[in-house]
Nanobody, 126 residues
Framework: VQLQASGGGLVQAGGSLRLSCAAS????????LGWFRQAPGKEREFVAAIKWSVVYYGDSAKGRFTISRDNDKNTVYLQMNSLKPEDTAVYYC??????????????????????WGQGTLVTVSS
């Protein structure tokens, strides 16, 4: 399984970015796909996950971020709106077959994620 994240960059507070994660080497429809982030000096944080049509968000993402997937393109997206400086982090996509969208954060904590992407840096300036 390979995941290739892209779309990060520098944006002003209040702006938007869309992250993409292209997946290969897996039966895409069978996997939960998620986004996590890690800010400097902080632990990795769950952002959002999707499996089939079920989505689940971490508290920091609710109301501002939207996760979606295109099964024809084997790609998962994270649309981020109303960005804040505290959203600055490296964003990682992840894939796991044996979990649900709701449990992907738990799978990460116990080290049971099947694959991670390389990360894409999002910097939000104030």
């Amino acid at each position: 399984v390979q995941l290739q994240a892209s779309g990060g960059g520098l944006v002003q507070a209040g702006g938007s970015l869309r992250l993409s994660c292209a997946a290969s080497g897996l039966t895409f429809n069978s996997y939960a796909l998620g986004w996590f982030r890690q800010a400097p000096g902080k632990e990795r944080e769950f952002v959002a996950a999707i499996k089939w049509s079920v989505v689940y968000y971490g508290d920091s993402a609710k109301g501002r971020f939207t996760i979606s997937r295109d099964n024809d393109k084997n790609t998962v997206y994270l649309q981020m709106n109303s960005l804040k400086p505290e959203d600055t982090a490296v964003y990682y996509c992840a894939a796991d077959r044996g979990t649900t969208a709701q449990n992907m954060a738990l799978s990460s904590r116990v080290g049971r994620i099947d694959a991670w992407g390389q990360g894409t840096l999002v910097t939000v300036s104030s």
